[in-house]
């Protein structure tokens, strides 16, 4: 049976197929789908964990029980992970354990455009690469092999075009693993005390060499014409097929370690060699330091993800085909938060109040472009609360508020919040707690009381959390009703000790009971002031000389209502 599927349905069917027991990560783009579709298969357990850090622990230890684990994360992630990501080299598994890298060229919905390959490289652990959809499948189940074979975690690294982008897939069925669930104790194996990790990485290096050869055999010489060469994987070998369909090429399935075996007879056989990669020059620099010259970086962009015109462009001097330049340009659409999105009051008044706001991951890190302009900071999952700290023990005299999302404060401002409170700080710290992961599609984390597998749960309780950790003033808001949200913030920032608000509404896209009519403006009313503009919501049209509400995006929030000096929203 042949079916159409995404990079991540893929790769969430060939983990199925592999007989995969206990899936475990955390949504991020363009991760999300892998786990939210191994949800759906029976004999799959699978969930959301609080971080990247617990699912790889997670995955481990279904590993080290004997079943296949697989954990997946965007590429920010794998450095949530990357703690026993690196012992987990030294200790092996006994299970396969597959960890899924997905990157961000691009940085369509990221804070940094990382090139996680080389993450394989300071682990020394193998790292796959597909090509498409299939190649995808296939090299999930080739991965759980190698994992097993050679004691050893594997890296599937797709990028954004990979993990979305659909492709013919051929369905195979389950492979049905008989294996009993055991732990067996091998405290030399999986103590890493030093005595015990140093004998362990004689045989990280030993594996290692074990590695390239199979990379050797794993990868393939495609041969056509002779006179240009190709080292290219991943998405880059699809651009670089369609710019230079007569070239010879060396696919890298396996793009780490490389095979210089292969990669040395590829060299003895073609005239020149073009290196295409996205991103970092990984492989160029490994194959220039085995002295073979090649074209890459030089040409080739470093930043942004390639395709087949930027490929074209950069080693051809011959124009573009003019049919492929055509066509109407389109009009930029900057991010925006939602219409009746439960943040933009908070982030209007913060920005009223003309606070410092120490920012996170999430869909409020949108409050940072005009017209709020009201987050001042954005670092990576977790930071907004530490960096708060830090401005306020350095002797900032302007009030610094730290804003967080629900699903992020779980991944990693807990810590935080618990430092201030321990270390005598006294930042006012809020929850936007609008119960989802809603940047990435609104998944559950939690405090929402349900699990990835849609089963009810007991649902963390912030104020509680914040309660048990030491914090003495606890507020919940409304952050609908501007005046309270505006008394709140404005009492909790002049207390010399740490403050908690929570937020109490949830994303407007999920709850479809909170929304209400759509707002109107009474034009016979309206003196043109423009002031609810400042609310930056989508739903209000700015005419030559009018203001419109669309009726169609108006969730009816009434925070337009509530600053219109003249009453004219009705």
């Known amino acids: 049976m042949k079916r159409l599927l995404s990079g991540n349905e ?8 592999a007989g995969v027991k206990v899936a475990s990560g955390y949504p991020g ?5 892998i786990l939210e579709n191994l949800a759906k298969y029976e004999g799959v357990y699978a969930e959301w964990a609080p971080n990247e850090k617990v699912a790889l622990e997670v995955a481990i230890g279904a590993s080290l029980a004997n079943a296949r684990a697989l954990a997946a994360m965007k590429h920010v992630g794998v450095n949530v992970a990357a703690d026993p990501l690196f012992t987990l080299s030294y200790t092996g598994v006994e299970g396969g354990l597959v960890l899924v890298s997905a990157d961000d060229p691009s940085l369509y919905s990221s804070q940094n455009e990382q090139d996680n390959r080389y993450y394989a ?9 597909p090509t498409d959809s299939q190649e995808a499948k296939d090299l999930v189940k080739q991965a759980f092999e190698i994992s097993e074979q050679y ?12 993990a979305h982008s659909e492709t013919i897939v051929d369905i195979g069925e389950r492979i049905e693993l008989d294996r009993k669930a055991e732990f067996v104790q091998d405290i030399p194996k999986y103590v890493m005390v030093p005595a015990h990790a140093s004998k362990r990485h004689v045989l990280v290096e030993e594996r290692l060499k074990k590695l390239q050869e199979l990379s050797n055999e794993f990868n393939k010489i495609e041969y056509s014409q002779k006179g240009l060469g190709i080292i290219t994987s991943g998405v880059a070998y699809q651009y670089a097929k369609e710019v230079f369909p007569d070239a010879s090429y060396l696919k890298l399935s396996m793009s780490y370690p490389l095979p210089q075996k292969l990669i040395r007879e590829f060299a003895e056989n073609v005239s020149e060699i073009y290196v295409i990669e996205e991103l970092d020059p990984f492989i160029e620099e490994q194959v220039k330091a085995m002295g073979i010259s090649v074209k890459g970086k030089d ?12 490929v074209r462009k950069s080693f051809l001097t011959s124009p ?10 389109i009009p930029s659409r900057p991010p925006v938060l939602c219409p009746g999105c439960p943040h933009r009051g908070v982030f209007y008044v913060l920005k009223k109040l003309r606070l410092n706001v120490t920012g996170d991951i999430g869909c409020y890190t949108l409050s940072t472009l005009p017209p709020l302009s009201a987050l001042h900071t954005c670092i990576c999952m977790g930071a907004s609360i530490g ?18 999302g629900d699903s992020t404060f779980i991944h990693s401002g807990i810590t935080g919040l618990i430092n201030i409170v321990y270390n005598k700080g006294t930042s006012t710290v809020i929850i936007l707690d609008n119960r989802t992961t809603a940047m990435t599609g609104g998944q559950a984390h939690p405090a929402t009381g349900y699990t990835l597998q849609k089963e009810a749960t007991k649902a963390l309780d912030f104020a509680k959390l914040g309660e048990a950790i030491g914090i003495e003033h606890v507020c919940i808001i409304d952050p609908y009703d501007l005046d309270e949200t505006e008394r709140v913030i404005l009492q909790e920032v002049e207390r010399p000790e740490p403050s908690l ?3 109490n509404r949830p994303c407007i896209l999920l709850d479809r009971k909170s929304r209400k009519p759509p707002k109107k403006i009474d034009q016979e009313v309206c003196k043109f002031c423009k002031l609810c503009l400042r609310l930056g919501c989508p739903a209000l049209l700015l005419k030559e000389d009018s203001l419109e509400i669309n009726p169609i995006l108006c969730a009816g929030c009434g925070l337009c209502s509530r600053i219109c000096n003249s009453e004219a929203v009705v």
């Not at 783009?29 to 789908?33: D, I, K, L, N, Y």
């Not at 490289?121 to 690469?129: D, G, N, R, Y």
């Not at 573009?320 to 340009?329: A, H, L, M, V, W």
Request: negative net charge; proline residues 9%; glycine residues 8%.
């Open 29 to 33: 783009t363009p991760s999300t789908e």
């Open 151 to 162: 004691d050893t975690p594997v890296m599937l690294r797709v990028t954004t075009r990979i």
């Open 121 to 129: 490289k300071f682990a020394k652990i193998p790292m796959l690469e």
């Open 299 to 310: 040409y080739l962009p470093i930043c942004g993800e390639l395709n087949p015109d930027i």
């Open 320 to 329: 573009p085909n003019p049919k492929e330049e055509g066509g109407r340009s």
């Open 10 to 17: 893929a790769i969430a069917q060939g983990a199925y197929e």
């Open 501 to 503: 608000i929570i937020t």
């Open 387 to 404: 960096i708060a700290h830090g401005i306020d023990k350095a002797g900032e005299q302007q009030k610094t508020v730290a804003v967080i």
